[in-house]
């Protein structure tokens, strides 16, 4: 009994222990340790310096803001503004490379969406059932018709878009002529993404063609009549 | 115990076997921007000139290893000179 009392005991500590240790790892965790403000801004600068991407530089931003609040607990508010007055002008210069950063990563993203949409469309030609060539040719044309006839109806449907434009206009921009071109917009829309679709099954196509056959598929077109024209004299 | 300990290390070991096996490629740390220009154009022409799907399947599968590898183990300018350099290659076709 006597030693079941003593091991509930040792447990309970070792609960309590427990909690004290993780209470204090939190809070030595969130704790900033400042110095004076110049050293501090001093430290940021470094970082800001280090920093080379958008997450890095609101690492940056978010210490500054750590920093400030830590003065602004120990010391009040105006060694905090001081702290700030230093640190500011730093993280400005530093933001203004913001736009580069966005540019650099946008470009990356470019060039890794070109890399696996090649590869995809590599895949995609390399399975397609190609058929013999009058198959291939009639596809092609098939498809060529198809983006014929949508970019009428496209061409239509600006037309409306653009006489619908000067009508709302004339009437004041009443709300049912407003959600009508929206509607027509939303069409154009839909319109412009069928014939992309179109045209990316024709380049899978011909890319087939140049992967299986290992040549270039040339379509010759049909001669023209000519009208000739008798001179006279 | 014993036997529940053995069962528990053989499955540890086994997994990092797979995933050890999945990573495959390893990037040299000392020389990774050559790396990149060379692996790149080398293993896309691989690609762009492969005869049957079963070759072209090959070299896309390393080419796309390697991507991963430089991806996740180098990054930087180093990756970008591999992607820039293989876009480069594939696009030829």
Known sequence: MKKSRKSR?????????????????????????????????????????????????????????????????????????????????????????????????????AQQGAFSDKLRDMDKAWTMELGSDADVVATIERNDATIEAKNAELATLIAENEQLAVDIIEAGYPEDMLNKIGELEAKIESKREEIADVEYANEIVRLAYRLQRGEELVIVEPEAEIEVVEEVM | MKRVMIIVVAAIASVACCNRGGEGVVINEQDHENMAYDKSYELAERVVSATSYEEYQAAAEELRAYEEAFRTQIGGTSYLIFLEESNAVLNQI
């Open chain 1, 9 to 109: 005991f040792m447990l309970a500590c070792g609960y309590v222990a427990f909690v004290v240790l993780l209470l204090l790892g939190t809070r030595c965790e969130s704790r900033v340790h400042i110095t004076t403000p110049e050293r501090d801004a001093k430290h940021i600068a470094e970082m800001a310096e280090l920093a080379h991407s958008e997450a890095e530089l609101k690492a940056v931003e978010k210490m500054r803001a750590n920093y400030e609040q830590a003065y602004r607990k120990s010391y009040g508010g105006a060694k905090a503004l001081y702290f700030r007055s230093l640190v500011d002008p730093i993280l400005d210069a530093a933001g203004d490379r913001r736009e580069v950063y966005a540019a650099e990563e946008a470009y990356l993203a």
